[in-house]
Nanobody, 109 residues
Framework: VQLVESGGGSVLAGGSLKLSCAAS???????MGWYRQAPGKGRELVSG???????TYADSVKGRFTISRDNAKNTLYLQMNSLKTEDTAVYSC??????WGQGTQVTVS
């Protein structure tokens, strides 16, 4: 399975972006997640969603980010609102605990 992220870019603080992660194969039975890595920092879990739709969020994004999935389209989403400069990072998606996308840059200024 290949994962391809899209939707990253540059935005002003307070703005919004929606990331997408398209899978080349069926991932409906897998848990999926969004991770990010800022310059000079380790990778952190931003949000996860299991196959039943239960979600988890890092404390830093609760109330601002929303994860969702469309199993019919094999796609994972991350709606990011009220973006802050500290959200700047490369965002990557993961599926089934073993598949990773190449990442998409999000820059908030």
């Amino acid at each position: 399975v290949q994962l391809v992220e899209s939707g990253g870019g540059s935005v002003l603080a307070g703005g919004s972006l929606k990331l997408s992660c398209a899978a080349s194969g069926y991932i409906g039975s897998c848990g999926m997640g969004w991770y990010r890595q800022a310059p000079g920092k380790g990778r952190e879990l931003v949000s996860g969603i299991n196959r039943d739709g239960a979600t988890t969020y890092a404390d830093s994004v609760k109330g601002r980010f929303t994860i969702s999935r469309d199993n019919a389209k094999n796609t994972l989403y991350l709606q990011m609102n009220s973006l802050k400069t500290e959200d700047t990072a490369v965002y990557s998606c993961s599926a089934c605990g073993r598949y990773w996308g190449q990442g998409t840059q999000v820059t908030v200024s």
